[in-house]
Structures are given as C-alpha cells and as structure tokens.
C-alpha cells in the first residue's frame, strides 16, 4: 500500500514499443506492466511495416515480451533479457524519472 502512494506521485513516463515485423498480421505487448495480458496493448502497424504500441509507465524496471500471431517472440532491438519462470526469456527495460 506504501508502494502505491509512492508510485502514484511520481509522472508517468511515455515509453514506445517497437517491432520490425512487416509480415506479421497480428502484434501484441505484454509485460508485468499490464499483468501479461495479451488484450491490453494491441500494437498497430505503421506503412513502413513496423509495429509499435505507445505506454504510459511509472519510473522502474519492467519485463515485456510480444506476442506475434499467436507465438511469444523476444525484442530483437533489446539485449536486456532475463530467464522467467517458464525457463524461457523475457526482455526488461527500465524507465527512468523526466
């Protein structure tokens, strides 16, 4: 509950999402950001092929990963990976204060 009220003061900070996946027909983010859910943040693609999914997050460190028509894929743009507990990867990246 603390954490909550410390979290809640600080401003968010606008993070985009990218991926370069000009064949994919569908893209979406999840992270312990948005509890994994596949439903939240749908990622759009732009005319040059690119998905990208703008989030608004609190300063801290998040694990993500997209789901690309229906396969759990990695961010290839990001070496900051960790193991999860499904003894596959996660990316993280980590938000810092404006």
Same mark, same amino acid.
């Not at 027909?25 to 509890?35: I, M, R, T, W, Y």
């Not at 990622?43 to 998040?62: D, E, F, H, I, S």
């Given at each position: !509950?603390?954490?909550?009220? +410390? &979290? /809640? ?13 000009? @064949?994919? /027909?569908?893209?979406?983010?999840? $992270?312990?950001? @948005? &509890? ?9 693609? @732009? ?7 703008? =989030? !608004? ?11 690309? @028509? ?5 961010d290839p743009d990001n070496d900051?990976?960790? +193991?999860?507990?499904? $003894?596959?990867?996660?990316? +993280?990246?980590? =938000?810092?204060? &404006?």
């Amino acid at each position: !509950m603390i954490g909550e009220k +410390i &979290k /809640s003061r600080q401003p968010r900070v606008k993070v985009i999402f990218y991926l370069e996946s000009p @064949n994919a /027909s569908e893209v979406k983010l999840a $992270g312990d950001f @948005n &509890k994994w859910s596949i439903k939240k943040h749908p990622m759009k693609k @732009n005319a040059a092929g690119q998905w990208q999914k703008t =989030v !608004m997050l609190y300063p801290g460190r998040y694990e993500y990963k997209f789901l690309v @028509n229906g396969k759990w894929e990695l961010d290839p743009d990001n070496d900051w990976k960790c +193991i999860n507990c499904f $003894g596959t990867g996660n990316n +993280i990246i980590s =938000v810092k204060k &404006k």
